[in-house]
């Protein structure tokens, strides 16, 4: 597998969608939106109800999994120790690789973040999308949040999309994709998130890998009931 530089695309509207879809995105901007407000609470519950659907999903093994868990926690709290209040950031770590979204209040911080990050074990690259500038208002937060459950939803919406096999990050109207993909899924998921309302730029971070590769990471089918005795009716 061999990852591919970050694409930007530029984003483009369309509207109208199906009315299942903005169910769906309302339901995960809300959910998104109450754990940003309400702290790690809403996260775990979160997790506790969807996580075996999406351990058995997701294409990365369950320890890579919870080693992506464990790094995004782990550089969050060491940014709060050290940086506190004048840092916003966001780690999304996926297969090792870790993205920085967010704010910092001066270079001299986005180089302390950088350093920690780097100093997390099992960290494999780290692509920094850091701003220096100040934290943005929580009406923009929310317009974030909204607009990547509408992606979200608009991959679950597309039939020849795994839409679990993909991470969705937004910025202030970037909207970060990461997941082990295809040419063609890549190619396909940043032309559905270009068409999603509100989204300004789509920042490809995936890692390609091969129509064989998948084939081999797709779940087995399941075995058929044990045949019938040799001669029996």
């Known amino acids: 597998m061999t990852p591919i530089p970050s694409l ?3 984003g483009t509207r369309r509207a109208g969608r199906p009315t299942w879809v903005t169910a769906v995105m309302t339901a995960v901007a809300a959910t998104t939106l109450m754990t940003s407000l309400s702290g790690c609470a809403p996260l775990v519950a979160g997790a506790a109800v969807g996580g075996t659907m999406l351990v058995a999903t997701d294409r990365r093994t369950s320890g890579t999994q919870l080693e992506d868990q464990s790094i995004e926690l782990k550089v969050s709290n060491r940014v709060r120790e050290q940086l506190g209040a004048r840092a916003r950031v966001n780690p999304t770590s996926f297969n090792r690789k870790v993205l920085l979204t967010g704010e910092v209040a001066s270079e001299a911080d986005r180089q302390t973040v950088l350093r920690i990050v780097q100093g997390v074990e ?9 701003a220096v500038m100040g934290s943005p208002s929580l009406t923009a937060r929310s317009s974030d949040a909204l607009v990547t459950a509408r992606v979200k939803a608009a991959f679950v919406d597309a039939k020849d999309l795994s839409a679990n096999a ?3 990050t937004t910025e ?4 970060y994709l ?3 993909v295809t040419a063609r899924e890549a190619q396909r998921a940043a032309d559905i998130a270009r068409t999603v309302p509100g989204v300004q730029r789509v920042v490809r971070v995936f890692e390609i890998i091969s129509e064989a590769d998948l084939a081999r990471l797709q779940p087995a089918p399941p075995k058929s009931d044990q045949a019938a005795p040799a001669g029996g009716r």
């Open 178 to 180: 990461m997941g082990l």
């Open 8 to 10: 930007t695309d530029r």
């Open 166 to 168: 993909i991470k969705v």
């Open 122 to 130: 099992n960290v494999a690259g780290v692509v920094d999308e850091l």
């Open 172 to 175: 202030r109207g970037t909207v």
